[in-house]
């Protein structure tokens, strides 16, 4: 009954490949959310959707994109890996914007991507 | 330009003592504080909030303090358990704006038995 899930956990791939990353929650939750922590443990977020709709897309380069199939998948495909774009992703997601609580997002357990 | 700043990487304290984690800010436009506690290979966990017109919240044993003037909060948590021993990320986000959670670079908390 895990609230935010990820698939897979590790990802090892080769430059210049194309990969995808899911992210599932079952809490009911109408906003989704991808964050980037780099090597220097920096967290920092990429998109957020509410509603399948996009509302943050933070200069992320444009070989990464981010595809809500519904408001509880949030899915992150990333096209011509780069060695810097090795990091680990979390996926996350909280309640209505309108909710006072909107504001304590749920993470799942992180994807570490490896680009070799 | 990092917004939210947590100076100390690491912390040890004795087991059943206060543990203080401290975050510096400097957007003014920040009204919305929270705390997240990790453990390694999960993902953050939300542990206790405040908003910018309190200056306290308690939450069983741990507590927020806000200090606007100094642009400046505090996790403190006591008695310490072991349980603790975790990396700790100060968050910070302007309530009207689009749930954009700002992060620190956290803070490795020992708790030492």
């Known amino acids: 009954d895990t609230a935010v899930s990820q698939t897979p956990k590790y990802l090892v791939t080769q430059m210049g490949n194309d990969k995808s990353i899911k992210c599932e929650q079952n809490l009911g939750h109408d906003t989704m959310y991808w964050y980037k922590q780099d090597s220097k443990k920096f967290l920092k977020i990429m998109f957020s959707?509410?509603?399948?709709?996009?509302?943050i897309n933070e200069t992320v380069p444009n070989r990464f994109s981010p595809k809500s199939p519904d408001k509880a998948h949030l899915n992150l495909h990333i096209n011509s890996l780069e060695l810097g774009d090795s990091a680990v992703y979390f996926c996350a997601s909280s309640q209505d914007p309108r909710d006072q609580r909107a504001y304590e997002q749920y993470f799942g357990p992180g994807t570490r991507l490896t680009v070799t | 330009d990092q917004q939210v700043k947590q100076n100390s990487p690491s912390l040890s304290v004795q087991e059943g003592r206060i543990s203080i984690l401290n975050c510096d800010y400097t957007n003014s436009m920040f009204d919305y504080f929270l705390w997240y506690k990790k453990y390694p290979a999960e993902g953050p966990t939300f542990l206790i909030s405040i908003s910018s017109i309190k200056d306290k919240n308690e939450d069983g044993r741990f507590t927020v303090f806000l200090n606007k003037s100094a642009k400046h909060l505090s996790l403190h948590i006591v008695p310490s358990q072991p349980g603790d021993s975790a990396v700790y990320f100060c968050a910070a986000t302007t309530i009207f704006g689009n749930e954009k959670l700002t992060f620190g670079t956290g803070t490795r908390l020992t708790i030492i038995p």
């Open positions: 959707y509410n509603n399948k709709e996009l509302i």
